[in-house]
């Protein structure tokens, strides 16, 4: 089952620079279930853009490690939509 939930701030219009937090804190976490790759997956839109496409934070880091993503964008409506979707 597909899930998704969404931000929508209200910004002035112009260019953005955005930084994306992540950290896995159940996934192979202290605590959490058993970890590895696959187990939480899923599509970031901004600003109506695919900016990562199955993500998948335990292929790239160990659980409980932080990795900031940056991106840029143009709002033009007077809002920053940022989508997070289970893939």
């Known amino acids: 089952m597909n899930?998704?939930?969404?931000y929508n701030i209200p910004?002035?219009?112009g260019e953005y620079e955005i930084k994306l937090h992540f950290a896995e804190i159940f996934w192979g976490a202290t605590g959490g279930g058993p970890g590895g790759p696959g187990k939480r997956v899923f599509d970031i839109i901004l600003e109506g853009n695919v900016i990562l496409s199955d993500f998948d934070?335990?292929?790239q880091v160990?659980?409980?490690t932080a990795?900031?993503?940056?991106?840029?964008?143009?709002?033009?409506?007077q809002s920053l939509d940022l989508t997070l979707s289970s893939s």
């Open 3 to 6: 899930q998704s939930f969404s």
């Open 67 to 77: 990795l900031v993503k940056t991106f840029t964008t143009t709002v033009t409506d």
């Open 57 to 59: 934070i335990n292929a």
């Open 62 to 64: 160990d659980p409980m």
């Open 11 to 13: 910004v002035t219009n």
